[in-house]
């Protein structure tokens, strides 16, 4: 991915790894385990956001973070970004808060819901970025309210990117993104893609609506 990292970030990549592999033990974190399948689909699949774009000196969003993918081997992997990890269930994120400033890592660490959080802070991120695993057309409407005009939304897929691109052509006219590029990074033979959605006009202030709206009727 043309990325090069000095070796004490390398390291706090897999000493984040283990600690989660270790407390997935007593939680529900991940459903892979094995140390080189965790290198490839969460750390280096997160790092192709950083191949994607250039985050040093940008705020960012992490919505729904889950275990800490992609915000946290962001966070390690480039300091000079301000990064937000964002999701609703408390017991990953009290996780979270406990393991990150052992590791040095520095990250804001927010338990909230997508569409309620952003009230108090619409707009105001360069970059919000997904991995969750909902179509691309109910991720945006999560995403883009956070982002201010200028920045973009980084949508994290595999190689349903294009299919899911044309679905949300609707979302992405409402929502007021523009597609930029489709980023593909090939790991094994698996395809893993970064859709960047440039913010071009302000989302309409009724989005994001409630989930079960969204999920219902996504746009």
């Not at 459903?31 to 290198?39: G, K």
């Not at 006219?173 to 440039?198: F, M, N, Q, S, W």
Request: glycine share 6%; proline share 5%; charged share 25%.
């Amino acid at each position: 991915m043309g990325l090069d990292l000095p070796q004490e970030r390398r390291q706090t990549l897999c000493d984040f790894a283990k600690s989660m592999v270790k407390q997935n033990e007593v939680m529900n974190l991940t459903a892979i385990t094995q140390d080189a399948q965790v290198a490839k689909l969460h750390l280096l699949d997160s790092l192709t956001v950083l191949a994607a774009v250039d985050l040093r000196g940008k705020s960012i969003i992490d919505v729904g973070c889950g275990a800490g993918f992609p915000g946290v081997p962001l966070a390690i992997a480039c300091p000079e970004a301000s990064v937000t990890l964002l999701d609703s269930l408390g017991k990953r994120m009290k996780w979270l808060e406990q393991i990150l400033p052992q590791l040095g890592v520095e990250a804001k660490c927010v338990t909230a819901r997508a569409e309620e959080a952003v009230s108090s802070c619409r707009e105001s991120y360069d970059f919000a970025v997904s991995r969750a695993v909902a179509r691309l057309n109910i991720i945006l409407e999560l995403t883009a309210p956070y982002v201010k005009v200028g920045g973009a939304v980084l949508a994290m897929k595999g190689s349903a990117a294009k299919e899911e691109l044309s679905e949300a052509a609707d979302a992405i006219k409402k929502l007021g993104l523009k597609l930029e590029a489709v980023k593909e990074y090939p790991i094994d033979d698996t395809c893993h893609a970064v859709i960047v959605l440039r913010k071009i006009a302000p989302t309409p202030k009724q989005y994001p609506r409630r989930y079960a709206k969204i999920k219902q009727s996504p746009l």
